[in-house]
């Protein structure tokens, strides 16, 4: 027997509890929920127990040690099961989430299966972005009207000036929209508009149950991404309501931004593909026989208590995969990982040695974001490895900086299940300059670049490259999108005497570089890099201000204010789509009908969330193509 706080619930069981109160005692669930603090709960098996006086007892059955009916759940007292104590019970409860992380070692049971499931890289579906900006030109203005206002940013399709891979093995077709998922995605829209009118403060338990209820419906019909959207904007509410530090409210706007949109594609288009739709579980699909070659291996240590390894790996054709071994645990279990059996095939290979040699395949399996399967019909065979300086691995360093900075930055609109490998990583080459700051400064081709480290010992790496002046080196790093010309560093080659048990390159997560293995000119400290100040561009404020408010106080609080000056300060500086935006989103807030005795009659139509939703586009779609172009402003020759 423990004692615990209150069991979590599914989330179609909140509003299931909170439709068998009567009106009155609907109205008084926000202002009780407090009550569930003082409450002992006792779990016994798959009984949990809480008296909370001498003559009221609430009992939960549980099943897998969540609430999944709301009949589980009883209380003796005579109102029951119409009481306010289930409803505290059930409202006040944290949400059970059945997806859970999905970041262990490649699926021991991957199928060999070509059934749907897999998404394709885009979306088809009509979009409703305004398009203000464009991937180089982002302050360049353009007139918008009504809901055909340009296309960049909808969800599942690449941003402007990107270009994906025609044909991809693992991609599906679209299919179409059955009639159960239109619904779902409709009921969705509506919860998460509801949402939207009254704000994070205004919305109470019975807005959060009926959002909760969508959840539900929309993972019934299949639509998990759009499920986990929702879960993740049901917590935010939470937190508000009970001034959780961890709130934040414009990863609340995000989050709304990106439901709605999901939403209104998938409840207006014919056809939908599985990035769109999402999946319960990653699925695997045959990709055949592969011959892969190490590229480095990357610790990785998450907030959400998990820790292990991701080896990366590129095939003949310059294709990247990956291969995890990630476990709960802390920092100890990266060493453990990295030392520890690949869980494909039987090479007999660690994640360290593999991302130094080599893998030759056959029945291979894959999900769509490139991780590699380790089905039964797998069968893997350790091969020689090749430097960064051979084919292939030598032509990931021949693309363009400007294409890999537009890849990287598409990378990051795609879903995690859905997000290619390596479609995040940036292949660099330069001299080192010294440190800056922080960082490693590295003078390529196209400019200057910083590089930082993740963790101690990368840290302590770059360090002792940072002192080897006019040392050529060739680097693995991740694109930091917030700090133009700034890079985290993943794995470095070059002009190093390593030792044979770091042949090819050096993990900066994993391996230990000595003064001895590298050679350069003394280097003295370099100025670093001013730290970016905006994350949202300055002309953008007003608009983003607005969304802001929405979003925290709902729909009234525009509606009592005036945005004409800022709309009249925008278009005087040639900003007038973002003008429009503004001037229509502000008129939507205060367009409220009444009825024949002047009262405000309740809003359900889409005038309103339509506007918003097209403000927070042209805001995420304006600031991420101005991030690229400072990327880039950032690395270009002075």
Request: net charge negative; glycine share 10%; charged share 20%.
């Amino acid at each position: 027997m423990t004692r615990t706080t209150l069991p979590p619930v599914a989330p179609a069981v909140v509003a299931d509890v909170l439709d068998a109160l009567p009106p009155r005692l609907r109205k008084r669930i926000d202002a009780s929920l407090d009550r569930a603090e003082t409450w002992e709960v006792t779990i016994d098996g798959g009984t949990a127990r809480a008296e909370l006086d001498a003559d009221t007892a609430l009992t939960w059955t549980l099943h897998g040690g969540v609430l999944t009916a709301a009949d589980d759940l009883t209380c003796s007292c005579l109102l029951a099961p119409r009481c306010l104590h289930r409803g505290i019970a059930a409202a006040a409860a944290p949400i059970a989430d059945p997806a859970g992380p999905d970041l262990t070692a490649p699926d021991p049971a991957a199928p060999d299966s070509s059934a749907p499931g897999s998404a394709a890289p885009d979306s088809t579906t009509d979009g409703l972005a305004a398009g203000e900006p464009t991937a180089d030109t982002p302050a360049a203005a353009n007139s918008t009207s009504g809901d055909s206002a340009g296309t960049a940013g909808t969800a599942g399709r690449p941003a402007a000036g990107v270009t994906l891979p025609t044909t991809d093995p693992l991609s599906d077709p679209p299919t179409g929209v059955r009639a159960n998922e239109r619904a779902a995605a409709t009921s969705l829209w509506e919860a998460g508009t509801t949402v939207l009118r009254a704000g994070a403060t205004g919305s109470g338990a019975v807005a959060r149950a009926e959002l909760l209820r969508a959840v539900h419906t929309a993972r019934v019909a299949g639509l998990h991404r759009a499920a986990a959207g929702g879960l993740r904007i049901a917590s935010a509410l939470t937190a508000a309501r009970t001034g959780d530090s961890s709130f934040d409210r414009e990863t609340l706007t995000a989050e709304l931004v990106d439901l709605l949109l999901l939403c209104h594609d998938l409840r207006t288009a014919t056809e939908a593909t599985t990035e769109l739709r999402g999946t319960a579980r990653r699925e695997y699909r045959p990709i055949g026989a592969l011959r892969l070659y190490g590229l480095c291996t990357e610790p990785v240590l998450t907030t959400s208590g998990y820790g292990g390894v991701v080896t990366h790996l590129v095939d003949d054709s310059g294709v990247l995969w990956t291969v995890p071994a990630i476990m709960p645990g802390g920092p100890e279990r990266i060493t453990a990982a990295a030392d520890g059996p690949v869980a494909i095939g039987e090479s007999g290979l660690t994640h360290r040695r593999l991302g130094r040699g080599g893998l030759l395949l056959s029945g291979g399996t894959a999900s769509p974001d490139h991780r590699l399967g380790a089905g039964k019909s797998v069968r893997a065979v350790a091969a020689s490895g090749t430097g960064w300086d051979a084919s292939p691995l030598t032509d990931l360093w021949a693309r363009p900086l400007g294409d890999q900075l537009a890849r990287a930055f598409e990378a990051g609109t795609r879903p995690d299940t859905h997000r290619p490998a390596g479609a995040d990583l940036l292949f660099l080459a330069g001299t080192v300059q010294g440190p800056a700051g922080n960082a490693l400064r590295l003078a390529a081709d196209t400019g200057h670049l910083d590089l930082i480290g993740e963790g101690e010992r990368a840290r302590e790496n770059l360090r002792v490259l940072a002192r080897a002046g006019g040392l050529e080196l060739r680097v693995v790093a991740r694109l930091v999108p917030d700090r133009p010309g700034t890079a985290l560093a993943l794995a470095v080659s070059g002009d190093l005497a390593l030792p044979a048990d770091l042949h090819h390159h050096v993990d900066l997560g994993l391996d230990r570089l000595q003064r001895s293995h590298v050679e350069g000119r003394s280097t003295a400290d370099l100025p670093p890099r001013p730290a970016p100040t905006d994350r949202v561009p300055p002309p953008l404020r007003p608009l983003e201000n607005v969304l802001h408010r929405v979003t925290l106080g709902g729909r009234a609080v525009v509606a009592a204010s005036s945005a004409s000056r800022e709309v009249h300060s925008l278009s005087g500086n040639g900003l007038t789509a973002t003008a429009d935006l503004l001037a229509d989103l502000a008129a939507a807030c205060r367009d409220r009908e009444r009825d024949a005795f002047g009262r405000v009659v309740r809003d359900a139509g889409d005038a309103f969330p339509v506007a918003w939703l097209r403000a927070g586009l042209h805001v995420r779609e304006f600031t991420h193509a101005v991030a690229r172009r400072a990327w880039l402003d950032a690395v270009s020759p002075m």
